[in-house]
């Protein structure tokens, strides 16, 4: 049976091939992979840019240092910077803590570069600080910590919708 089906297919396969599909299927096709494209992988590709112009206006800060001011001046912006900087690790610390609690995810890999990448940022300016205080490493600091902030927040809404999509597939 086997080979006389094999036989007709072969001697009949100009007649399988004379249909093309549609041009509706084929922009259904292309709508689906399209839609596919704007996953969290692309916004991972976006903070992963921000964070290299981060990285780069760091470095420009560290390096083109010649920021003078007053010692008062300087006390001052240490001691609101220190205030600040409790409030917003606070934060972080709150965030990573329960991102830890949810880690079920399969992109912990990229998103552990991208926060080691901020920290290692953020202890650049942070020894900036420490030897020349300024108003622009302070907004640099800041800036850095709300990125953080951000980038945690997306890693939560992405668990929680995994965690929304595993409940739903459960029921």
Do not use: C
Request: charged residues 30%; glycine residues 0%.
């Amino acid at each position: 049976m086997k080979d006389s089906l094999k036989k007709f297919i072969h001697q009949h396969r100009d007649e399988f091939d004379d249909k093309q599909p549609s041009d509706k299927a084929w922009s259904k096709i292309e709508n689906s992979l399209s839609q596919q494209k704007t996953s969290f992988l692309s916004n991972v590709q976006v903070w992963r840019v921000a964070a290299m112009l981060f990285f780069t206006l760091s470095v420009f800060l560290y390096f083109s240092g010649n920021y003078q001011t007053s010692r008062s001046d300087k006390a001052k912006l240490q001691v609101e910077f220190n205030d600040l900087e409790r409030f917003y690790n606070s934060q972080i610390a709150d965030k990573v803590e329960l991102i830890s609690n949810i880690r079920e995810f399969n992109d912990e890999e990229s998103f552990a570069q991208d926060l080691e990448k901020l920290d290692a940022m953020y202890q650049v300016l942070r020894e900036q600080m420490k030897t020349n205080p300024s108003e622009k490493i302070k907004d640099a600091l800041i800036l850095n910590m709300l990125v953080r902030i951000d980038l945690l927040n997306q890693q939560i809404k992405s668990l929680e919708d995994l965690e929304k999509k595993s409940d739903k597939v459960e029921i």
